[in-house]
């Protein structure tokens, strides 16, 4: 018997997963340096006298860039392909790592500030790589593809448990070098030797701006946007802020806090993959309604803020994992709801929105808990923002359907 046609391989794909792998590495090292602040939140709250509103202010910041820039720099990808911008995300990633280097020995908060927004550019590196990725694979095999890119953001976890240690072994500005020669390093890499799908080489450049208007006025779109914001954010919110809420809450040291927000974002980082395999075979919409069902229901019993480590442990593993998946589940979902053309510029906006959604929650945390003393209300915000988006993932068309149709 023949084998179906929807699984074959196209042979003028061939080193896919290779490519695929080295774009995830980007992508890790552009998350590490987007999130090098997070986990050195101590440091510069004794080094500056910070409040809490300044601390969660200071860690938030990167996130806010990070995302808006996607939207360009998605819209960019299917223009100029992902060689090209993964190399000056790369470069711009670094040397923004030095810059913040340079003045966090300032003593000037106001400037640490503005070097933290721009250090942000890091984070739209996730705009290049999900076009980049999706055109190396088959229409079957996308959420694959993105679900294997997607493990790059355990950029997060080697900032959350690296970043703490090399501080103490080196020193402030040497861990910011350290990094920014990772960053430009790699970006020569990726220059010599990663190249784009054919498939992406073969389409016909088109204007930016009017792709971005013309997607942008697709309800899906922004329906995808919201539910991403809510699952991708919390990734970006909970690898970012749960040192701070572990030293908090249980008593934990820098690196012990900062340990186990990496636990949380490799987790998260695993589950993606499978995410995206359960969106080929299942479906995106329904994988996804039933991941946040279980992550409003994990997040009610992590709120409780229970007095067994090992408790509150288990649970905020489980809730990684859900957290994880439903991002892979999400771009396996697009990935089959538009036009292969449009990718970079609708996975801009929804990635923006993922970003952004990261920026607000630590934001809320550190109000709630001035206001509180507690972070129970902070994250019954996430319960219900995760019911919402099980209501508006009910209301959306299935996977099989187009969001944005030929021009």
Known sequence: MSTPAVAERDPQLKGQLKYVIMAACASMIGFWGWTMIGPLAKYYTETYGLTEGQRSLLIAMPVIVGSIARIPVGALTDRYGGRIMFTIMLIFTGSMVLV?????????????????????????????GIPFSAAWFEPHRKGLATGIFGMGMVGTACAAFFNPRMLNAFGYFPTHLIMACVALTYAVIVWIFIRDSPVMKARTPEPVVPKIINVSQKLITWQLCFIYAVGFGAFVAFSNFLSTYTQKIYDFDPVAGGTFAAMFAVCAVIARPFGGVAADKFGGKNTTILVFIAMAVLGFFVAQAPASTTVNTVLFIALALCVGFSTGTMYGWLGKACRPQDTGTISGLVSAAGGLGGYFPPLIMGAVFTDYGDYFWGIMFFVGACVVSVLVSLWMENDRQKAVPAA
């Open 100 to 128: 913040t280097g340079l003045v966090g020995q300032m003593g000037n908060f106001n400037l640490l500030l503005i070097a933290a927004f721009f250090l942000g550019i890091g984070g739209s590196i996730f705009a290049v």
